[in-house]
């Protein structure tokens, strides 16, 4: 796949970016935030990582929901409504003119100089950034080069009791010593075990493998990120009735499977080349889920009769169909 570019994708150049700062359109070459920002001084803050389609911001719903869930975990107030941090993201998306990217919303418990113990009344930190990427469904490219080559970490997942998995926060600490561990092999992406010598999910995303005829992934019972990908999956799965199993696993059963595969919102379906060395690669279950994805995506994000989606964003209904924006003609098909 050719590197994203800012060609037909964005008339605004990387150095023109501009990026949401607590309500605020800003520069991205000026966008910052205070040297006291429990985000920046310790991790103390979570974010979504979020695929636009067509101008359509995918799976919103549940990307918000879960960006709720987390900062709940952390005792984290959101600033404001749910609507609100949407506006601020097709905004950005407009101020950039992209249709096709991958956004990161991030919430912070804000600038405080109280130490460790955070304040009873936090002024939270909003910040919404934006990347431009190929389009996707079955129409666009792959999100990414080659199929993955997964090592086996020695740095373990951070158990509930530390931190709960269900919350995506921005200290990533652990998934980093994780990949650090993978420089000394040709591995592209770290298999991160829990500390009973489970597998878990890979650094960055969640993991499938293919054994006896049926769809295999880590379940959430243990510290395994909910991944919206992930769920995607699942129920893509059930529907064209594939037999799946959320469960415990070992590493040895993922060396041994038919096929394997990773899913993120932006590498959305990966097939897994090697696991330790050994050769798994990804077969008909894992093509056939990407097309799958693929086809949902096209349904939810975009236009039968266009190649871009609509100018103006619409909104992603739960049936993953789209629905008008107010004082938009969803109707009327639009250019590229």
Known sequence: ?????????????????????????????????????RGFAYGDAVFETIRVYGGVPFRWAAHAGRLAESAAALSLPLPVETAE????????????????????????RGSDTRGLTPSAEPEPTVVVTVSPLSRGGTAGERMWD????????????????????????QNYLNQILARLETRVSDATEALVLDTDGYVAEAATANLWFVADD????????????????????????????????????????VRAADEAFLTSSIREVK???????????????????????????DAACYDENNDGGSDSPREE??????????????SQPSGP
């Open 1 to 37: 796949m050719p590197p994203p570019g800012e060609g037909g994708m964005s008339k605004v150049s990387a150095d023109d970016r501009q990026y949401h700062v607590d309500g605020e359109l800003v520069a991205a070459s000026e966008a910052t935030v205070s040297v006291h920002d």
């Open 85 to 108: 941090l949407r506006a601020r993201v097709i905004e950005t998306l407009a101020a950039n003119d992209l249709q096709e990217a991958t956004v990161k919303l991030s919430v912070t």
């Open 146 to 169: 080659e199929p993955a080559r997964l090592q086996t970490a020695k740095t373990r997942r951070v158990p509930d009791r530390a931190l709960p998995s269900e919350a995506k926060t």
């Open 214 to 253: 049926a769809l295999r992934t880590p379940s959430l019972e243990g510290p395994v990120l909910p991944g919206i990908t992930r769920e995607t999956v699942l129920e893509l799965a059930r529907a064209e009735g594939i037999p799946v199993e959320e469960g415990r696993y070992e590493p040895d059963d």
């Open 271 to 297: 097939p897994i080349a090697t696991v330790d060395g050994v050769a798994v690669g990804g077969g008909p279950v894992t093509t056939l889920v990407g097309r799958l994805y693929d086809a949902r995506v």
């Open 317 to 330: 209904t739960d049936s993953g169909e789209t629905a008008p924006q107010e004082g938009t003609d969803d």
